[in-house]
């Protein structure tokens, strides 16, 4: 991707999905007119600039100044967006984390208590975003159409640079290698997942019955949740390991070998954990196998063999899963450069 069609794509982004390519055309004839013969990269900065942010660009292909956020204060307007939205998010979910733990009586399930409140997360972060987004919107709205000048009491909303050529996002990386936001959120989200179910397995993972209100009952727990703490500083590695491996996912944006060795490490010694922690002889809640032959109307020796064909299958799973990952992360990281970093910023 040049720095030509870098701007021409920040351009057709805020355009009408039927006008793109009709303006992408006239747009590129326009800046090669403005550019001399032969060009070079000053020249190509110079003519970008004169024409402005891509945003001001997009305005002015408009047929009609016909907008609710109008050009002026757009790009304050999506900035804002991306500042509040973070934080409502995250203080939704602290408050109700909070309120829940507070509400929390004991009497239920832990499970059913993780159910309920995640349900109700989901449903509170959904109705702030909606009255955020809204009054994000009436307040530019307002001030847009009363003053835009006003807009500079809220100092922290402005973007002190002025917008430059420089500014463009000119990165080409293939898609294999690029590392998203989403891929950070997700992995984060599993960590903490993960290391609460591990500190609370003998209040999660277990038997369940019905009350005669239909709420979850909690039986007993079919793991040994004494085996599972005596694993706690492995275990506890493997999440510094994890997040480390996230905040340079984060960093860097895209797999490098640093990444892969560091993936390939997590995997590695989180397979193995889990492999000593599962051929424990005493993994299994011993209470919970008698339980189990009972329910299901067979002898304990039959569920015995049962579960450890189940946990034998998990870390045949967990090996050549853990070993895909691994293959996978040195692959992506070891892409050519020349797909990724070295650009070519003009032809």
Same mark, same amino acid.
């Given at each position: 991707?040049?720095?030509?069609?870098?701007?021409?794509?920040?351009?057709?982004?805020?355009?009408?999905?039927?006008?793109?390519?009709?303006?992408?055309l006239e747009l590129k004839a326009t800046i090669e007119d403005m550019l001399p013969e032969p060009y070079s990269e000053a020249d190509i900065m110079e003519v970008l600039k004169k024409l402005g942010s891509p945003a001001?660009?997009?305005?002015?292909? #408009?047929?009609?100044?016909?907008?609710?956020?109008?050009?002026?204060?757009?790009?304050?307007?999506?900035?804002?967006?991306?500042?509040?939205?973070?934080?409502?998010?995250?203080?939704?979910?602290?408050? #109700?984390?909070?309120?829940?733990?507070?509400?929390?009586?004991?009497?239920?399930?832990?499970?059913?208590?993780?159910?309920?409140?995640?349900?109700?997360?989901?449903?509170?972060?959904?109705?702030?975003?909606?009255?955020?987004?809204?009054?994000?919107t009436i307040f530019f709205i307002v001030i847009e159409r009363s003053n835009t000048d006003k807009i500079q009491i809220l100092p922290f909303l402005n973007d002190p640079k002025e917008w430059t050529p420089e500014s463009?996002?000119?990165?080409?990386?293939?898609?294999?290698?690029?590392?998203?936001?989403?891929?950070?959120?997700?992995?984060?989200?599993?960590?903490?997942?993960?290391?609460?179910? $591990?500190?609370?397995?003998?209040?999660?993972?277990?038997?369940?019955?019905?009350?005669?209100?239909?709420?979850?009952?909690?039986?007993?727990?079919?793991?040994? #949740?004494?085996?599972?703490?005596? $694993?706690?500083?492995?275990?506890?590695?493997?999440?510094?390991?994890?997040?480390?491996?996230?905040?340079?996912?984060?960093?860097?944006?895209?797999?490098?070998?640093?990444?892969?060795?560091?993936?390939?490490l997590l995997q590695s010694a989180g397979t193995i954990v889990f492999i000593v922690i599962a051929v424990h002889q005493d993994f299994i809640h011993s209470a919970s196998i008698p339980y189990i032959a009972a329910i299901?109307?067979?002898?304990?020796?039959?569920?015995?063999?049962?579960?450890?064909?189940?946990?034998?299958?998990?870390?045949?799973?967990?090996?050549?899963?853990?070993?895909?990952?691994?293959? #996978?992360?040195?692959?992506?990281?070891?892409?050519?450069?020349?797909?990724?970093?070295?650009?070519?910023?003009?032809?």
């Amino acid at each position: 991707m040049t720095l030509i069609d870098a701007y021409i794509d920040e351009v057709s982004k805020k355009l009408h999905k039927n006008k793109r390519e009709n303006i992408k055309l006239e747009l590129k004839a326009t800046i090669e007119d403005m550019l001399p013969e032969p060009y070079s990269e000053a020249d190509i900065m110079e003519v970008l600039k004169k024409l402005g942010s891509p945003a001001k660009v997009a305005a002015s292909y #408009q047929d009609t100044p016909r907008y609710l956020i109008g050009p002026n204060v757009f790009d304050l307007y999506t900035r804002t967006i991306k500042l509040v939205f973070p934080w409502a998010i995250f203080i939704t979910i602290i408050v #109700q984390v909070i309120q829940r733990i507070f509400l929390y009586s004991g009497e239920e399930a832990l499970l059913s208590t993780i159910i309920s409140a995640f349900s109700m997360t989901i449903v509170a972060i959904i109705s702030v975003s909606f009255h955020v987004l809204f009054w994000i919107t009436i307040f530019f709205i307002v001030i847009e159409r009363s003053n835009t000048d006003k807009i500079q009491i809220l100092p922290f909303l402005n973007d002190p640079k002025e917008w430059t050529p420089e500014s463009l996002n000119i990165k080409n990386i293939p898609k294999d290698k690029l590392i998203t936001l989403s891929d950070i959120i997700f992995s984060f989200v599993g960590i903490i997942i993960f290391t609460f179910v $591990y500190w609370n397995a003998n209040r999660l993972l277990g038997i369940y019955t019905t009350n005669g209100n239909g709420s979850l009952k909690f039986v007993m727990p079919i793991f040994n #949740q004494n085996i599972l703490q005596s $694993y706690a500083l492995f275990f506890m590695l493997c999440v510094i390991l994890s997040l480390t491996l996230t905040f340079l996912k984060w960093r860097t944006g895209q797999w490098t070998m640093t990444i892969a060795i560091i993936n390939a490490l997590l995997q590695s010694a989180g397979t193995i954990v889990f492999i000593v922690i599962a051929v424990h002889q005493d993994f299994i809640h011993s209470a919970s196998i008698p339980y189990i032959a009972a329910i299901v109307e067979s002898n304990t020796a039959k569920v015995s063999s049962i579960i450890d064909k189940i946990l034998l299958a998990s870390m045949c799973i967990a090996v050549l899963a853990n070993a895909f990952d691994i293959y #996978q992360g040195f692959r992506k990281a070891k892409i050519p450069a020349s797909k990724s970093d070295k650009l070519k910023i003009y032809d």
